[in-house]
């Protein structure tokens, strides 16, 4: 059973920051992605942010320059970090590791307000 459990939601003003954190445990080989999807009330799950076990990263356009992902792979970590946050990046923020399948946390709230 593979488990990921994120933390660092949370409600900021425009223009502030945040972090997120996401650990993966359980029976796992290896792990090749990790990443973060968000999904914002009546809108698709869309990719955030995804990090290869290289360190290799790729964002969506509409975060780039203001986001940053990284991981730490021997705690099996993936972090986001997220600067000038603006009320259209409220949304769950959900983590994911790739490693035989998909895994999924349970998702964290980030609530910006104006």
């Known amino acids: 059973q593979v488990r990921l459990v994120e933390s660092g939601g949370g409600l900021v003003q425009a223009g502030g920051s945040l972090r997120l954190s996401c650990k993966a445990s359980?029976?796992?080989?290896?792990?090749?992605?990790m990443g973060w999807y968000r999904q914002a009330p009546g809108k698709e799950r869309e990719l955030v942010a995804a990090?290869?076990?290289?360190?290799?990263?790729n964002y969506a356009d509409s975060v780039k320059g203001r986001f940053t992902a990284s991981r730490y792979n021997a705690k099996r970590a993936v972090y986001l970090q997220m600067n000038s946050l603006k009320p259209e990046d409220t949304a769950v923020y959900y983590c994911y590791a790739a490693s035989c399948g998909i895994y999924w946390g349970q998702g964290t709230q980030v609530t910006v307000s104006s």
């Open positions: 990090i290869t076990s290289g360190g290799s990263t």
């Open positions: 359980g029976t796992i080989i290896r792990i090749d992605d």
